[in-house]
């Protein structure tokens, strides 16, 4: 009798790696208020009562509490004006006991999303999203990067995934994730950004699918990130890739009146192919939160360092 041989894609636990992150945050930012320092402050603006935004913003005060950052949420109205979220935004730009400032999206219809990101100062803004902080990492300079691919960009260096020359597909061209994840991947790792010097192909919702198939069949890593459950299949990935899922969406569970989440993979039949995978939930998202930490703690020391500079030239 012939014998089948199979092994399952190892799971990259993001919840643990996450975790660990976030201890070594609170041990540093222990050490940081010991000696002298003020500790790390960081400020949510919620408008509206989306469920999933409110658990959102929920989760990051949590963390925040647990590493040892003063957190504070200001929730506005869904009738909010562009010009009310502007002037809040404003405040706090000028608020020196504000170190981070973040504002929860998506933002109502009748506000520019771009238009408020681009208000928050770039020194400020831990979700890295204003076009300053977007611009220097186009140019491999360091920066604020936003959350989620410095999640992607952790896990794929904690857990020991090579990068360097490998194929990379991102599918998703977002300018929050896909594109900032796929120039994290492309770029030089010598340079200030410290990329993974991959070869980057990014596919979207425009890309034929027999092509997308065709890009993914190569792909040494593949990050999915468009929200469409069941888009990655087991044929469209070559043995032993790495999957990293970044795709959410709520769908209907087998037993009645039930809901669960799912990414853009079929993880079942996915991880009986592929070398590694992160599973939704428990994968990308948990990073998210953890790495919104670390911006904010970095944020914090530029700023005080800054305070301190002014202070010796004796301006305000």
Not at 30 to 42: E, K
Not at 79 to 94: A, F, G, P, R, V
Not at 211 to 226: E, G, N, P, S, W
Not at 270 to 299: D, E, Q, Y
Request: glycine share 8%; aromatic share 2%; net charge positive.
């Amino acid at each position: 009798m012939q014998l089948k041989l199979s092994q399952e894609a190892k799971i990259i636990d993001g919840k643990d790696i996450a975790n660990k992150i976030k201890d070594e945050l609170k041990e540093q930012i222990s050490q940081y208020v010991a000696q002298g320092n003020r500790s790390p402050t960081l400020t949510a603006i919620l408008v509206g009562s989306d469920p999933a935004s409110q658990t959102y913003v929920k989760n990051k005060m949590i963390a925040a509490k647990y590493v040892g950052i003063v957190s504070n949420t200001i929730e506005l109205p869904e009738s909010t004006t562009q010009d009310e979220l502007l002037n809040s935004i404003k405040k706090l730009n000028m608020d020196t006991g504000v170190d981070g400032i973040l504002v929860q999206l998506p933002v109502p219809n009748h506000i520019d999303e771009r238009t408020i990101c681009n208000a928050v100062a770039p020194s400020k803004d831990v979700d890295g999203f204003n076009e300053v902080n977007v611009g220097r990492l186009a140019l491999d300079m360091k920066t604020i990067v936003p959350a989620t691919p410095l999640g992607v960009y952790e896990l794929l260096r904690r857990t020991e995934i090579s990068t360097f020359g490998k194929n990379v597909v991102v599918i998703g061209r977002s300018k929050n994730v896909g594109m900032p994840t796929a120039m994290l991947l492309h770029t030089d790792g010598n340079h200030e950004s410290r990329g993974l010097d991959a070869t980057v192909t990014i596919c979207h919702r425009n890309t034929p699918p027999e092509q997308l198939r065709r890009h993914c069949k190569y792909a040494d890593i593949i990050i999915t990130a468009v929200g469409k459950p069941g888009l990655v299949q087991r044929d469209m990935v070559k043995p032993g890739a790495c999957i990293i899922d970044i795709g959410i969406t709520r769908v209907a569970a087998k037993e009645p009146g039930k809901t669960k989440l799912v990414g853009d993979v079929d993880f079942e039949e996915v991880r009986k192919v592929a070398g590694h995978i992160t599973p939704v939930p428990g994968g990308v998202g948990p990073m998210t939160v953890a790495m919104l930490m670390s911006n904010t703690f970095m944020v914090a020391k530029t700023l005080a360092k800054a305070r301190q500079v002014n202070n010796c030239n004796g301006t305000n």
